[in-house]
């Protein structure tokens, strides 16, 4: 799954204030979520792309960050902002 490098960063930095063991709570105790839409793909150092449109998530405590909407379908996202979790370490901390 794709997420944005920003909300990967911030999901390890509430987990790592968490005392979960599991590695998928905020520090406030509520699960962490993924939501997710097409995104329109971008090529630095351009403002466009190929018309690639992925599905790209973004982690998010429902707890903290309240009412939380994914971008419009086709939002564009440039090509280095998006992190496969799938190939990077597990979110836990140790």
């Not at 905020?26 to 939501?35: D, E, R």
């Not at 960050?65 to 979790?85: A, K, L, Q, S």
């Amino acid at each position: 799954m794709n997420v944005t490098r920003s909300s990967l960063q911030q999901a390890k930095e509430r987990i790592a204030k968490s005392n979960n063991p599991t590695g998928n709570a905020c520090h406030c105790g509520s699960a962490l979520q993924i939501i997710a839409t097409g995104r329109s793909i971008w090529f630095r150092p351009f403002t466009g792309g190929e018309g690639e449109v992925r599905q790209v998530g973004e982690i998010f405590c429902p707890a903290c960050d309240g009412d939380r909407r994914p971008p419009t379908y086709g939002t564009p996202i440039y090509e280095d902002e998006i992190v496969d979790i799938g190939s990077v370490e597990p979110l836990t901390h140790a």
